[in-house]
């Protein structure tokens, strides 16, 4: 089932861009959780566009509401469904795009798959804004997580080749999630907003990395093979539109050195057993080994680009050209960074109800 994610809490997204409404039905929530709305909305206002340089124009109010699964303030531990209506959309930017897909989106894959059915309008259920449910989802499990001791954080690692400081991989990291772009170097954030401001007004875009830490993460939880803690965090993080790349730790780093130096080597500590190094992010034999779950997310550049491009004409099956009138994002990335925070926070809830 494409929409659907998870063992023990079971999300299930829903809707199109264009039509009356998106949302989420989260099954299995422990009962008699609190969840604050307020840091909820929050949360989602960090994804909705217009905080971030070179987001799209597209005012997303991503007004919630929740039709089942809460009463006095509380989880009831039947579904949670939350819906968001659908407003400022403008279809006629995509009328054109029926005929001529856009590179890099998902309109000839979706074309092919469902052989013209789908609603093509704003992206459809492709759309990035099915990010919204899914970070509103994420903002319940990240309540509950952190009434268990554990933090979930994420910052722009990089845009371009410009880079933030990375993530000291045995620390909780300092939370920037107030900055509107949210990175640890105010000096190389501004490099990277002037970035996305050039590549917006010559039309074009540019991916970069969300790199995300959660801490307080018990040892011992997750197993080993094909359900390890690795590919339950990857498959859903690979649900997040636009993400090609997943890496845990020193991620594909690791193949430049020696074991003598990779190895994180354990210690008696006050507290128990630690690692004295995290190059592992916190994962061996897809069980957590109590050090902070460290990895990084790789975005492409948005496919939507003002630039004329080259595609084909489906009417008159000819090559052409596509020029993208509608609003997108220059950079996904800044808005991105509550989504991964939400989509690892969901992982690890469903693993941590279900060991
Ligand atoms: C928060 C967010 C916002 C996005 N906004 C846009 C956008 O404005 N225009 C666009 O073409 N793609 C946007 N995308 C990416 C597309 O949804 C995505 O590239 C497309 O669905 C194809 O999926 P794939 O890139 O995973 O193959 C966004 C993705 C995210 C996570």
Same mark, same amino acid.
């Given at each position: ?200 007004? &010559? ?80 994962? &061996? ?71």
């Amino acid at each position: 089932m494409s929409s659907m994610w998870g063992n023990k809490i079971r999300i299930s997204l829903f809707g199109e861009s264009h039509g009356k409404g998106i949302g989420v039905v989260i099954d299995g929530l422990p009962p008699g959780e609190p969840i604050d709305t307020e840091r909820i909305a929050q949360h989602m206002k960090r994804r909705s566009p217009g905080f971030q340089p070179g987001a799209t124009a597209r005012r997303e109010g991503d007004e919630i509401s929740v039709i089942s699964g809460f009463y006095n303030g509380k989880t009831t531990g039947t579904p949670l469904c939350a819906m968001i209506g659908n407003s400022d959309t403008r279809s006629v930017d995509y009328d054109k795009l029926v005929a001529k897909p856009r590179p890099g989106h998902a309109d000839l894959t979706g074309l092919a798959r469902y052989a013209g059915a789908n609603d093509p309008r704003g992206g459809g259920h492709f759309s990035g804004r099915l990010t919204a449910p899914l970070t509103f989802a994420g903002a319940v499990a990240i309540q509950i997580l952190n009434r268990r001791g554990i933090t979930v954080r994420a910052h722009i690692a990089s845009i371009g080749t410009i880079e933030d400081t990375p993530y000291d991989p045995t620390q909780t990291p300092e939370d920037c999630s107030e900055r509107s772009l949210p990175v640890l170097s105010e000096d190389r954030g501004l490099k990277m907003r002037q970035l996305i401001e050039t590549l917006r007004d &010559e039309h074009d875009s540019i991916g970069g990395v969300v790199e995300c830490m959660a801490t307080g993460f018990p040892a011992g939880l997750g197993r080993p093979i094909f359900d390890n803690m690795e590919s339950r965090i990857a498959s859903i993080l690979f649900g997040v539109p636009a993400v090609k790349g997943v890496e845990f730790g020193r991620g594909f780093k690791v193949s430049q050195f020696k074991g003598s130096q990779n190895n994180d080597s354990p210690y008696m500590a006050e507290e128990g057993i630690r690692l004295r190094t995290n190059h592992a992010g916190g994962i &061996e034999g897809g069980i957590s080994n109590g050090m902070p779950i460290l990895f990084r997310c790789a975005f492409k550049p948005t496919p939507s680009i003002g630039k004329p491009q080259k595609t084909v004409n489906l009417e008159t099956m000819t090559d052409d050209t596509v020029e993208i009138t509608g609003r997108h994002d220059s950079c996904i990335v800044p808005r991105a960074v509550p989504v991964i925070e939400s989509a690892a926070a969901i992982a690890l809830l469903d693993i941590l109800l279900e060991d």
